[in-house]
């Protein structure tokens, strides 16, 4: 059964510094890997998705990278502001059961 | 263009009660899920559907029965509602099962 683990839960950094979100899982055979953000009391936003034949996806500050062999991803945040303080979620899908996986998140505080 | 849409956003139950949330989306997608969301347990899927007309388990899906009642509306129904129920729901929908999934607001359920 595929597990996915954020670490840590919590982040607090100030603004203008970059970061790194950590995603781990335990089944290497996945479809895709997913990223999103929830701020309090909403609903997830997607922010990338990575195919499974794909190293990183790019969208603006936002670099993902998959590295299956060691079953882990990464979350760059480039610049970061006060805005990007939200919960931050990966999740996974594997071949022959294409059903998201969640990790329980990183919830992440910029500091102005 | 409204996106994934969820009613109620709010409902207090009493136990043995019950009721149905309700899902819809306009982005013509396929696949629709349900999610329940709870501390420290991250999402977990409840029931999904691949394509109108079927409908599959997740991996909670005791206590819990759905319909797809078209392309656009999925919903959710708690026949006999129990305090373990109390949760945050979240309705999802994609173009293909493991593509981009889009989050509707959620419905916060407690069950006294």
């Known amino acids: 059964k595929q597990e996915v683990t954020q670490i840590p839960a919590a982040l607090s950094v100030p603004e203008g510094e970059n970061l790194v979100l950590n995603c781990s899982f335990t089944d290497s055979a996945i479809y895709n890997l997913q990223w999103f953000r929830q701020d309090p009391g909403k609903g997830l936003t997607s922010l990338l998705l990575?195919?499974?034949?794909?190293r990183e996806q790019t969208s603006g500050r936002l670099n993902a990278s998959l590295d299956k062999s060691s079953g882990r991803s990464t979350l760059y945040i480039a610049a970061s502001q006060p805005g990007d303080s939200a919960t931050y979620l990966c999740a996974v899908s594997n071949f022959g059961n294409e059903k998201l996986t969640f990790g329980t998140g990183t919830r992440l505080t910029i500091i102005p | 263009n409204a996106g994934v849409t969820q009613t109620p956003k709010f409902q207090v139950l009493k136990t043995g009660q019950s009721m149905t949330l309700q899902c819809a989306q306009d982005m013509n997608h396929n696949s629709m899920y349900w999610y329940r969301q709870d501390p420290g347990m991250g999402l977990r899927l409840i029931y999904y559907s691949a394509s109108e007309g079927t409908t599959d388990k997740g991996e909670v899906p005791n206590g819990y029965n759905v319909s797809r009642l078209n392309k656009r509306e999925f919903s959710l129904r708690l026949e006999s509602a129990a305090p373990s129920q109390t949760s945050v729901y979240f309705c999802a929908s994609s173009e293909a099962s493991a593509d981009t999934q889009y989050f509707g607001p959620g419905t916060r359920l407690t069950v006294l």
């Open positions: 990575i195919q499974s034949s794909q």
